[in-house]
């Protein structure tokens, strides 16, 4: 009888604790303002008691536990003074720990996936250039990561994120909390934040640095969308300043701008323009800033030689290993379930249960994507191309990052075979209009597609998502125009203006000055021989070179 009295106040603190919680998930903007709840009722139970109610023997541990049913137990939840015996305080705060330690988890594989699509960008611009640039472009895609982190580092991160405090799925966040703001028509408007830089002082914190980690691997995609566009003529020395530019200013403005409480996010809050800029993974954030810098760059160093005839008609450089570029695209859209379900920062709370949607979505536009390259190329040109269509899926899978935590499935579906469609365009209309060489077609892929993106949020948003209530301090769910909300399209066709006049501008700007002071572009000679020996000083494919006789010069074969 004793014993059952013993295990019936167990059950009573457990339950004691699933009433407590649940308010938890309750909006955290609405419960910030409440006054702090007092400390559970302590329970009157001991850890004797919970051992002897709760917990295996050490005879029964030591002999296995092949089902998984006697490890994890009362006797596991960590007591604040094992004197006093288990609490309800106690079960309480090691729920929310838990919580926690789940967001954290999850964000942090999310952003390992995400590094991971490093290699896929890697394989895809390497084997759309030709061999005798292979090393070279290789090694802008493995450097990237570096020369951008260490920017992220120092002050990119905080020029973001310093004033992006109240992310409750990672602990609050509460040590970046300054904004540097302007006070325009009766309101504050974030610019760029403030706390962060090295990642020192107060923001030396756990939550912080699960939150640097996912951010950073989003900012080196941007940066390495620009090498493909630059391929085959940049030099290794300007495309090292012009990364680290893009990684400590360009990329962090209008990251604060969007996701670290600056100015776009406020359109809702302080203009009624529905829930204000809303890009949930990064289709304007991510791929239109990165393919914004990738076309100015292109425009300053010019097309490769030979690209174009006297006439201003194109001609086409094929790559040099189609199965390459093929497999990049299948690790990239691996590596985009990172990315988008990610997103969330947590997969507890919040309306984080939403990631088996979001994940479905992307899955859904890239498929949808690269048939609608594949459909184009083959009624336009009589064959489907295997390049095109992979460029196809990617297209899908940029145009669905900012509004997969919006859509329904059918909307998912539509976006992405209409970016497959709309990438082909844009490859056509930069290549033949325009005249801009893109040896890898990422202007068209993350700058076009990224775009149309985050104007599909402003469209398709079907007013069901619900992350803790609200979404920029707006409360409601966000909806597009198709689903009764003009004033989220327009926001979202502010985001569009800010980018391609804003960021477009600042990154051509200063990639001229790049030009002025260090020069973008090879020489005729390096580029004509293949930019591996000059550059990087090894080839990529020694055995596809011969060596002339008394010349000491590679001529290639096969590239």
């Known amino acids: ?37 007092a400390e559970p009722p302590a329970v009157g139970l001991t850890a004797a008691d919970v051992k002897g109610i709760t917990a295996p023997s050490s005879d029964d541990l030591a002999k296995g536990d092949p089902g998984g049913t006697l490890t994890g137990s009362a006797a596991d939840i960590v007591m604040a003074d094992p004197k006093a015996g288990l609490t309800l305080a106690d079960v309480v705060n090691q729920v929310g720990q838990n919580r926690i330690a789940v967001n954290f988890v999850w964000t942090l594989v999310a952003g390992f996936l995400v590094m991971f699509m490093q290699a896929g960008f890697a394989l895809v611009e390497t084997g759309l250039c030709r061999a005798k640039n292979a090393n070279h472009t290789m090694m802008m895609n493995f450097m990237v990561y570096g020369f951008g982190l260490f920017a992220y580092w120092v002050m990119g991160f905080a020029i973001q994120q310093g004033g992006s405090a109240g992310i ?21 408007w974030g610019l760029f934040g403030t706390k962060g830089f090295f990642l020192s002082g107060d923001t030396y914190d756990v939550g912080v640095m699960v939150l640097f980690l996912f951010q950073m691997v989003f900012m080196d995609t941007a940066t390495t969308i620009v090498t493909g566009a ?64 990738a076309l100015a760059v292109a425009m300053i160093i010019g097309a490769r030689i030979g690209k174009y005839n006297r006439d201003g008609s194109p001609n086409p450089i094929p790559g040099h290993d189609i199965t390459m570029v093929l497999l990049g695209c299948f690790i990239l859209a691996f590596g985009w379930f990172g990315f988008n379900p990610g997103s969330t920062l947590g997969a507890s709370g919040n ?60 909307g998912a579906a539509i976006i992405g075979f209409s970016a497959g469609v709309l990438v082909c365009l844009s490859v056509e209309f930069l290549e ?16 076009t597609c990224g775009l149309w993106g985050v104007l599909c949020v402003g469209l398709f948003a079907d007013g069901t998502s619900n992350y803790g209530g609200s979404w920029n301090g707006v409360d409601g769910s966000v909806t597009g125009l198709f689903y009764g909300d003009a004033g989220q399209f327009v926001a979202q066709l502010i985001g ?25 572009r090879v020489s005729v000679d390096v580029e004509l021989e293949g930019l591996d020996l000059p550059e990087m000083g090894a080839l990529g494919y020694p055995e596809f070179q011969l060596v002339t006789p008394g010349l000491g010069r590679s001529i290639e074969i096969g590239g």
């Open 1 to 37: 009888m004793r014993k059952d009295r013993r295990s019936l106040a167990a059950a009573l603190a457990v339950l004691g604790l699933l009433v407590l919680a649940a308010p938890a998930r309750a909006d955290d903007e609405a419960a910030a303002g409440a006054p702090a709840a």
């Open 168 to 188: 409750s799925n990672l602990g609050g966040m509460n040590p970046l909390n300054n904004e540097f703001k302007l006070s325009l028509f009766g309101k504050d």
């Open 230 to 293: 630059a391929a085959e003529r940049w030099k290794f020395a300007a495309f090292a300043i012009s990364t680290f530019f893009l990684g400590a200013i360009t990329y962090p403005l209008f990251g604060n701008w969007a996701w670290g409480g600056g100015w776009l996010s406020q359109l809702g809050a302080n203009f009624k323009l529905g829930h204000g800029y809303c890009d949930f993974a990064g289709s304007g954030v991510v791929h239109s800033v990165g393919g914004l810098t």
């Open 351 to 410: 309306g984080s249960l939403r990631i088996g949607s979001i994940a479905v979505n992307t899955m859904l536009a890239g498929c949808t994507g690269s048939f609608g390259a594949l459909l184009y190329m083959w009624m336009r040109f009589g064959k489907p191309d295997a390049s095109m269509s992979g460029n196809g899926l990617l297209a899908g899978l940029v145009a669905i990052t900012a509004p997969s935590g919006f859509v329904n499935t059918v």
């Open 432 to 447: 033949r209009v325009m005249k801009i060489d893109d040896p890898v077609g990422a202007t068209s892929v993350h700058g």
């Open 496 to 520: 569009v203006c800010t980018l391609v006049g804003v960021i477009f501008t600042l990154s051509y700007v200063f990639n001229a000055f790049i030009d002025f002071f260090v020069g973008q």
